[in-house]
């Protein structure tokens, strides 16, 4: 997991989320043991993850059935163009279909061109609004 978090970090350019406050070993073997975690990875012929991806399943309420969210999705720099995030989408059809899900979603930044062409060519565009609703902890009064 520790790996695939480097990968991420440089493929997002982002070392500070993927690097900086890692949660300890007992933490990433609780996620990996959930039901609702899918992590997928692609290594090299050194051995070294070179893409992956993290994806969750919701459960609904409204059917029994769940969605799969793909969270991250991410290839090295000098692995790209390859394919290998295709396969990684691919290898997450039949895991998706064994947890009775009935579709695999993932967002992505409009300033993103390969992330937006990767994911026209293998699903249905939909241009939607996503907010992030900070979270404020407020103190109680006496």
Known sequence: ?????????????????????????????SLLGSDSFIAIVVVDEAESVVGGLAAYELKKFEQKRSEI?????AVTL???RQGLATSLIEELKPI????????????ADYIDEPAVNLYTKLGTREDVLHFDIPIKVCEKRS
Not at 5 to 27: I, M
Not at 69 to 73: F, G, K, Q, R
């Open 1 to 29: 997991m520790y790996s695939l978090l480097d990968c991420f970090g440089e493929a997002f350019k982002d070392q500070d989320t993927y690097g900086e406050n890692r949660p300890d070993e007992e933490y990433l073997r």
């Open 69 to 73: 969210y793909i969270y991250d999705l």
């Open 78 to 80: 000098n692995h790209r």
């Open 96 to 107: 998706a279909k064994s947890r009775g899900a009935w579709v695999i979603f993932v967002q």
